[in-house]
């Protein structure tokens, strides 16, 4: 495997790690929950906030900053919680279950339209990758210095349209199906819905947004070590030129001193 495709592959990883802490376990282990143990809706919207809450308290703590998307995942599911005292119709039950994938959805949308595209948090650690010379790149690419910053700033809003898509096909299907499909058959087929959905928002936004911005991030790095390395020769020759007059100038010196005596 050549030096390229293993970071490609890294970085397609990278990139899907935040949507894996903030989005799918948050949701997925609310249907394994309620599902596979039979918890009630309530325990498992109950359960499922604990891993949002905590990124979102350790963001607040230890980064100063707020976990956008974590802290959406948090107000939805407290919202649940709120909302399952309401009824007891299976079929609006099941709904509400699509209700969760498609609050998050709009947060993400509304988030690109507003120019601060929500998975963009979330996204730069795991390309950047806590290296210097890539986190320099990022910046210059993201202010629109960069030569392919065009190109990079519509990958990034692509990343966030992408999953807010995905989220909210999502949400249509578990709604479609809460009142057109039995509700037995409905339970396990909404778990499916979400799995495959998921699926697709990877392999899109990876192919889409992720990778060619792990790329184009590589690219820029490398850009910048030429200009830095042509910067550093053409300064080296410059003073290899310097050293040389000065040389000249103390071999004329010693030549003129030396006719002197002789005079």
Known sequence: MTTNQHETQQNKKNAFAPLVVDVAVPLGSYYVFKDAFGMSTFAALAW??????????????????????????????VVGLLLSFVSGDPRLMLAKDGGVSSAVAIGILVSVALG???????????????D???????????????KDSTAFLRAERAFSVVW???LLAECVLRVVGAYT?????????????????????????GGLAAE?????????????????????AEVARGGALDGARVGGEGRRAVAL???GRQS
């Open 48 to 77: 499922s906030s604990v891993v949002p809450a905590a990124r979102t308290l350790w963001s607040l703590v230890k980064e100063r900053r707020t976990n956008g998307l974590a802290g959406l995942i948090l107000v939805v599911n």
């Open 116 to 130: 601060r595209p929500m998975m963009t948090a979330g996204l730069k650690p795991f390309l950047v990758k806590g």
């Open 132 to 146: 210097a010379a890539r986190e320099a790149a990022w910046e210059r690419l993201m202010s629109g210095r960069a």
């Open 164 to 166: 807010g898509v995905t």
């Open 181 to 205: 499909v039995p509700v037995d058959t409905m339970v396990w087929l909404g778990s499916v819905v979400m799995v495959v959905s998921i699926g697709a928002g990877f392999v899109v936004s």
């Open 212 to 232: 060619p911005m792990g790329r184009m991030i590589s690219a820029e790095v490398e850009a910048e070590a030429q200009a830095e390395a042509v910067t550093v």
């Open 257 to 259: 001193a030396a006719a």
